[in-house]
């Protein structure tokens, strides 16, 4: 089946600094993917969606300049924290619609711990 | 979007059959039902997806009224491992914009042994 691989799955950095998150589709092309948040024990958060070759969508409160997404091809799409701090430690996932099937695929998801 | 509601948690026993309701009582004509299933730590993974009256895979089976105001998702004979938190969703899978998912709380499942 349609596979999104997301990487790195864990990571932890220093308050400041700023951490990239990759997601790949594998074997599909994906034009469109989802970025979310989740917190522990709620629900995912819609954060933003990126479109290849042009400028993201975010959501309503959710900083652009401090989550940069890039979608440069068909199969890459990243999600840059900048300048990270402790309060942006959370479970970040992708998704792709498509793939082969109905639903929609998720990436594994990156545990970002900010300290 | 239509918005759906579902029960918070559920316990279960190994070997019971569990049946999750979800309410979307703004359904519209062109929304499709699915329903993901997500482990700790890990991004959700798709269950099954239906329209109307009865689907069935090798995992689940969906049960949608002919009002499609709700939907029923049947996990038979659980187990431990089916421990996890299932969402319902509801959205036009098919328009071709990708519309984006948006989650509700979803259903937290505990099978005990």
């Known amino acids: 089946g349609a596979v999104v691989s997301q990487h790195p799955s864990r990571v932890i950095c220093k308050s400041g600094t700023s951490v990239k998150i990759e997601c790949r589709s594998l074997?599909?092309?994906?034009?469109?993917m989802f970025w979310y948040r989740q917190f522990p024990k709620q629900s995912l958060m819609l954060m933003a969606t990126?479109?290849?070759?042009?400028?993201?969508?975010?959501e309503q409160g959710v900083e652009k300049d401090k989550f940069l997404i890039n979608h440069a091809s068909l199969t890459l799409s990243t999600l840059t924290v900048t300048s990270a701090h402790p309060e942006d430690s959370s479970f970040y996932i992708c998704?792709?619609?498509?793939?082969?099937?109905?639903?929609?695929?998720f990436g594994s998801g990156t545990r970002l711990t900010v300290v | 979007l239509a918005k759906t509601t579902q029960p918070i948690s559920m316990d279960s026993y190994e070997g019971q059959e569990v049946n999750i309701t979800c309410s979307h009582n703004?359904?519209?004509?062109?929304?499709?039902i699915t329903w993901y299933q997500q482990f700790p730590s890990q991004g959700p993974r798709f269950i099954i997806q239906g329209y109307k009256t009865k689907v069935t895979n090798e995992v689940a089976s969906l049960f949608i009224p002919a009002d499609r105001k709700s939907s029923t998702l049947s996990l038979p004979r659980v187990s431990l491992s089916d421990t996890a938190v299932y969402y319902c969703?509801?959205?036009?899978?098919?328009?071709?914009?990708?519309?984006?998912?948006?989650f509700g709380a979803g259903t937290r499942l505990a099978v005990h042994p």
């Open positions: 990126s479109n290849e070759g042009s400028k993201a969508t975010y």
């Open positions: 074997d599909f092309q994906a034009t469109t």
């Open positions: 703004n359904i519209a004509t062109n929304d499709y």
């Open positions: 998704s792709a619609p498509g793939g082969g099937t109905y639903g929609y695929t």
């Open positions: 969703l509801v959205g036009d899978v098919f328009s071709g914009g990708y519309n984006k998912l948006i």
